[in-house]
Structures are given as structure tokens and as C-alpha cells.
């Protein structure tokens, strides 16, 4: 599958052409599935690239949590089960405040992401103990990206 890179105002995106059936495509944005409707269906034969359909396993809530193949250090190797912390914007991980094993309370600051020039705080609403931290200092996530699990 080609992967193509997109640059939406300073932040770079990883994009995945997985499958295309009538005007319901589904890709990957920097390893994060989404279903998107496009205005028109695209006709596969003038598209090489999608003409054959992939077969992707339906995922589940549990799954789309899991980082990538290339994993930060911070990650659990299994699959986290617990509160998911999400992106509420797109933006730019510039730091992590917690580590796997960490204890966290509900409003304490976990991440900060960088969106439109601004530093926004990601303080969590959940208490209990960091199980998962899913992105690294420097990635660029999406909006409802799953950045961390707490359990």
C-alpha cells in the first residue's frame, strides 16, 4: 500500500488509501483509521493504486488505542484496557508529563499539544494509574487520537 505524506498547516500527515468502495474510503492518518464519505465515488480503474480492494479486520475500541508498529519506549506491549485520554484538537506532542505506572488524579496535566501556535494542557479526567502511553514527544496526532490509557 503507497503511503503519501500531506502538510496541513505545518504539521506533517502519514496517509493510507486502504480501501475504496463507492464514495466510502477508508484510510489511515499517521496509523489512525478513519471512514471517510467523499462527494463523489472515485473510479477505481483510472485510480491503480485503489483498484484492488484491501481486507481490513474491523477493529475495535481497544485496538485503535495501540500505538503502531514503531512504538515509543513509554508503550505497553499489550494492548491497555481503561480510560482512554484523547487529542481533543490536532496538533504537535511537545511533552509528556506522566510515565507508565504513574499514579494521575482527575485535572492533573498528563500532555501538552501543540495546536496553532498555542500550547494547550491535556489534563486528565480520569484517577488511577498511567497503563499506556501511546505517542511520543514530537508526534503529530489528530483530533480524537488516543494519547494515553489510564486504568
Do not use: R
Amino acid at each position: 500500500m503507497k503511503k503519501y505524506q500531506y502538510k496541513v498547516q505545518g504539521v506533517d500527515y502519514t496517509v493510507q488509501i486502504e480501501e475504496v468502495e463507492g464514495n466510502i474510503a477508508k484510510v489511515s492518518v499517521n496509523d489512525i483509521p478513519f471512514e471517510i464519505e467523499l462527494q463523489q465515488p472515485i473510479n477505481a480503474a483510472k485510480h491503480p493504486t485503489i483498484a484492488k480492494p484491501v481486507v481490513v479486520a474491523p477493529q475495535t475500541d481497544n485496538q485503535a488505542s495501540t500505538q503502531p508498529a514503531a512504538a515509543p519506549a513509554q508503550t505497553a506491549a499489550a494492548p491497555a484496557s481503561g480510560n482512554a485520554v484523547k487529542a481533543p484538537l490536532p496538533g504537535t506532542i511537545t511533552e509528556i508529563n506522566v510515565t507508565i505506572g504513574q499514579q494521575v488524579n482527575v485535572g492533573d496535566t498528563v500532555i501538552v499539544l501543540e495546536a496553532m501556535k498555542m500550547q494547550n494542557n491535556i489534563e486528565t479526567e480520569y484517577a488511577g494509574t498511567v497503563k499506556a502511553i501511546n505517542v511520543s514527544k514530537g508526534d503529530s496526532v489528530m483530533e480524537g487520537a488516543v494519547l494515553l490509557t489510564i486504568g
